[in-house]
């Protein structure tokens, strides 16, 4: 019986050392995407472009009237706010992947918070002013410009899939993901999503940011960040540049874009 005792003993002790490895095996699995990235994605360029005409404005600071606003702001203007909110250069600050259960709050691999004034991603309010009450929705589709719909880019092929950009307005947060096609939740029922090519844009709850009604300022909080967690982020997108382009537009009550 002694014998037989110490034998089930082995038994148990290797099989819990088993399910202790498998463990760990899934904890690794689960982080790797983080691994030895360090500090070395740096912003390269970052334009953002309204093209809903007349109905619809933005800026980054407030303003008491409508034909204050712009439809158009350039990477300098975003980047001297930032600068003159947080305290430091956006063009030499590199960003650190971290990750988010809500789109606001950001953490490193080891749970710990992460502040905007680090520089660890980029994090501003944009303003917006319109004419019409309005739904707001992020478009691939082009405007009167001619190329000018969202989209991400880099010379490295993986990197837009490990980028992420938050959008707060008041209670809301939706994320959207370039690497993304369909709708995805998080644990926090915070919404992702992704955009299809410029020619299949259609217009519905699931891109739409934020409701504006007319000539009240409408503040949202823009919040850019290469995830953690996601597995395009390895060392395949170390020291990669990137160009974010960014287009806003107003649709009616039926999600008919607005002219």
Known sequence: MDKEKKQGTRR????????????????TATTVAWFSISSHTLVHSLSMDVTTGAALRFDTVPHGEFIEYVETLSVKE?????????????YSAKLVPVT??????FTLRDGTVRQPETGAYLDFTLHFMSTREMDVHLSSAHGHRGN?????????AKLPQAL??????????VIFDPGATEIDYTSKNILIFGLPQAEDMIYNDTN??????????????????????????SDDIRGGDYSIRLRFVGTNENSIPIE
């Open 12 to 27: 148990m002790a290797a099989t819990s050392l088993l399910l202790l490895l498998i463990a760990l095996a899934a904890v």
């Open 78 to 90: 975003i980047f001297e706010k930032i600068q003159e909110q947080y305290g430091y250069d956006p």
């Open 100 to 105: 988010t259960d809500d789109g606001r709050v």
């Open 148 to 156: 000018d719909g969202t989209l991400v880019t880099s010379e490295l």
């Open 164 to 173: 992420r950009i938050s959008f707060t307005c008041g209670e809301k947060t």
């Open 208 to 233: 739409s940011l934020f409701h504006i009604k007319p000539d009240i300022n409408t503040p949202v909080d823009v919040r850019i960040w290469i995830e953690g967690t996601d597995e395009a982020c």
